[in-house]
């Protein structure tokens, strides 16, 4: 009875794997205002820029960890090829 629960809950284990994964959306198949709103309405958020790349953008330095700098983030969209979105968070090096 032991191997046949723990073989279930395996099985519903696999079974779920699937559905914990998101996918993010791409800033190339969607407007310009619409990912300008992605950023702005969830503060922090990863997008996709194009086949497998990606990013993480933030409204603002709240987002950032401490000692990070702001950098304005383009990225290209279905209507806009150079969209500003909102900012990186890039780390400040005071060596370079």
């Known amino acids: 009875m032991k191997h046949l629960t723990l073989t279930l809950s395996l099985l519903l284990l696999l079974a779920a794997a699937p559905a914990l994964a998101q996918s993010r959306p791409s800033t190339p198949d969607r407007s310009c205002a619409a990912n300008r709103q992605s950023v702005a309405a ?3 958020i990863v997008l996709g820029t194009g086949g497998f790349t990606f990013d ?3 409204r603002d330095r709240s987002f950032c960890q401490h000692g990070d700098f ?6 290209p969209s279905r ?3 150079q969209c500003f979105i909102g900012y990186r968070c890039k780390v400040d090096v005071p060596w370079d």
């Open 56 to 58: 993480r953008f933030v």
């Open 42 to 44: 969830n503060g922090a």
């Open 70 to 75: 702001l950098e304005p983030a383009f990225v």
């Open 79 to 81: 209507d806009t090829p």
